[in-house]
């Protein structure tokens, strides 16, 4: 590919050790192949090349990536792997391969829908009555994120209990949907992986509109964990490995929606 290029080290991305999947459903990793991480692209276009390989998605379409700084980032996952490659950590990558290679052959419609499911059982509406200590906590971290996110869309959604759903009024539906919509299908998948790590629309979304960050959302989420934990003990690192693994998937998701939205414009001087 044509273009500018660019070579860098350092590792930028954190990859954790943790993996909600067994071991033994993954794939063997593979060994490092390769020394160099490079991205080469123009304008609307970049590739992340490994010494002088172009790489590639599990379907074997070349990876092109829309934006120079999601390209930056996931060259910077491949640049951290020391000896094996292990593809579960690599959220940013895996993210785009789903776009590109699309097996399920998705719309943007159809990406939205799926996220719009979880409006039901939001984990910020779902709220637990069993006892007086925790709903009274949930009332303090959530109820102004949810008074937030009612003002925004100009909705009046009201956590419930029990096992049945979330009441969602149709007008608030499509107001959220309509909201989803403006993103490109780059973004719209970055919402639905933020969406099924933290169990919530409202936290993807007041995170995405950076009124809350990552690891607030992430502790949000966790909010019946954490205080279980506190009263029972937690298990020796396996909740922080739990944590930590949540907070990478999600910081993930907040950077492909952020750089799938991105967007700057280079204004040439004028000729003498």
Not at 10 to 38: G, W
Not at 130 to 147: G, H, M, N, T, Y
Not at 217 to 235: C, D, F, I, K, M
Request: with cysteine; hydrophobic share 40%; aromatic share 12%.
């Amino acid at each position: 590919m044509g273009g500018l290029r660019w070579a860098f080290g350092p590792q930028l991305l954190r990859q954790t050790s943790a993996s909600v999947v067994p071991r033994r459903f993954l794939p063997e990793p593979r060994k490092r192949f390769y020394r160099n991480v490079t991205v080469a692209g123009t304008s609307d276009t970049y590739e992340v090349n490994l010494d002088h390989r172009k790489l590639k998605t599990p379907l074997g379409n070349i990876f092109n990536v829309p934006n120079y700084g999601l390209a930056l980032a996931i060259a910077h996952e491949w640049v951290a792997v020391k000896e094996k490659i292990h593809p579960s950590f690599m959220h940013l990558t895996g993210l785009a391969n789903t776009v590109i290679d699309n097996p399920s052959y998705q719309t943007k419609w159809d990406v939205i829908n799926k996220t719009l499911d979880y409006m039901d059982t939001d984990t910020v509406l779902f709220r637990d009555d069993r006892s007086d200590e925790f709903i009274q906590l949930q009332a303090k971290e959530w109820d102004p994120v949810l008074d937030w996110f009612n003002t925004k869309f100009e909705v009046n959604l009201k956590p419930c209990g029990g096992l049945l759903g979330a009441n969602i009024p149709p007008p608030a539906r499509e107001a959220i949907r309509r909201y989803l919509l403006s993103y490109n299908m780059w973004a719209a998948n970055g919402f639905l992986y933020g969406v099924e790590a933290v169990k919530s629309v409202i936290l993807t979304i007041a995170a995405a509109e950076r009124k809350i960050s990552a690891e607030r959302a992430v502790t949000l989420s966790r909010l019946e964990t954490n205080y279980q934990t506190s009263h029972w003990g937690a298990v020796e690192w396996a909740h922080d490995l739990e944590k930590y693994d949540l907070e990478s998937r999600f910081s993930a998701a907040l950077l492909f929606i952020h750089f799938n939205t991105w967007q700057t414009t280079v204004k040439q001087k004028a000729k003498q």
